[in-house]
């Protein structure tokens, strides 16, 4: 019997040994997911244009020698993007933004709105996984990143940061208003400093937050805002075979983790995130993915 019991746990321990290394491997199994939403006012496009592109990308989480991933983001200037999303969390360490920089460069020459995640101001910590999947929160460390920098590079471009602020433009022939929150995984939000329905006069209300917090997500909701852009949940990075989350790290649930769906009247998009935490190098059936959203006219 003892010569079973070895066998069997030698067997486990093999066997999650090749699931560990094949989860590793998966970090730059790239994937760029396209979905079609129907948002705009009929003759809102013009000439021969059929959509309006938005490319959502989040977590980054750069770290040194992570060339093939800079590579990979650079690469994504050929969807044409009219417009470039960033929901955070580009930092996984104090030396690397220049590396998501450079990651960023063809893109930063768009149109671009972003928000930051608690991984943008603070280096992470080592993760507990049973803590992960008992869905507890984990405290902030207290390292601090050089966010600073790579907020004044985004913004020297011509993104705009939508922390707690209201944001009115136009992409192309399109008017945007956008409005977005600090992280309100770790209670950094005051959504009261931008209360208030979009710009009537807007062809497309975007709302930005890192973390989709489903109490955020009901004030844009309320206030009439159109489109959702979040990331945090890596799509829930460690997935059942299908894809399926089994814990998203915060408050939304499962079956949004990732992707497209409805909150109410209001659309929500998702992203899975194109990187994990240095202390959890592992996804498993949940690739790193960006998002090229086509908004075209609705009928």
């Known amino acids: 019997m003892l010569r079973s019991t070895l066998s069997a746990t030698g067997a486990a321990a093999l066997g999650g040994a090749a699931l560990a290394a094949w989860g590793n491997r998966e970090l730059e199994n790239f994937r760029l997911h396209e979905v079609t939403v129907p948002l705009l006012p009929p003759g809102t496009l013009r000439g021969d244009s059929t959509d309006f592109r938005i490319l959502h990308i989040s977590d980054l989480h750069m770290l040194p020698g992570q060339d093939t991933k800079r590579e990979w983001v650079s690469s994504l200037i050929d969807t044409d993007p009219d417009l470039v999303v960033n929901t955070g969390d580009n930092l996984g360490d104090a030396k690397t933004v220049p590396d998501v920089l450079r990651a960023l460069g063809p893109l930063l020459s768009r149109p671009g709105l972003f928000v930051f995640g608690s991984n943008d101001y603070w280096a992470p910590r080592p993760v507990n996984p049973l803590g992960y999947l008992a869905r507890r929160k984990r405290p902030v460390s207290d390292v ?48 009261d400093t931008i209360a208030g329905p979009p710009h009537r006069d807007c062809d497309l209300a975007l709302a930005l937050s890192h973390a989709p917090e489903p109490a955020v997500l009901r004030r844009f909701a309320d206030d009439g805002y159109q489109l959702a852009l979040c990331g945090h949940t890596h799509g829930g990075q460690i997935c059942l075979p299908g894809g399926r989350a089994i814990v998203t790290n915060c408050g939304i649930n499962a079956r949004r983790a990732k992707g497209l769906s409805h909150l109410g009247p209001m659309h929500l998009h998702v992203s899975e995130g194109l990187g994990t935490s240095r202390y959890a190098p592992v996804r498993l059936f949940c690739p790193p993915t960006a998002t090229l959203l086509r908004i075209t006219e609705h009928a």
């Open 144 to 191: 601090e990143l050089p966010w600073r920098d790579m907020r004044a590079a985004f913004v020297e471009h011509g993104w705009r940061d939508a922390t707690h602020a209201r944001c009115e433009f136009k992409a192309g022939h399109v008017r945007i208003a956008a409005a977005g929150v600090d992280d309100p995984h770790h209670d950094l939000d005051d959504y």
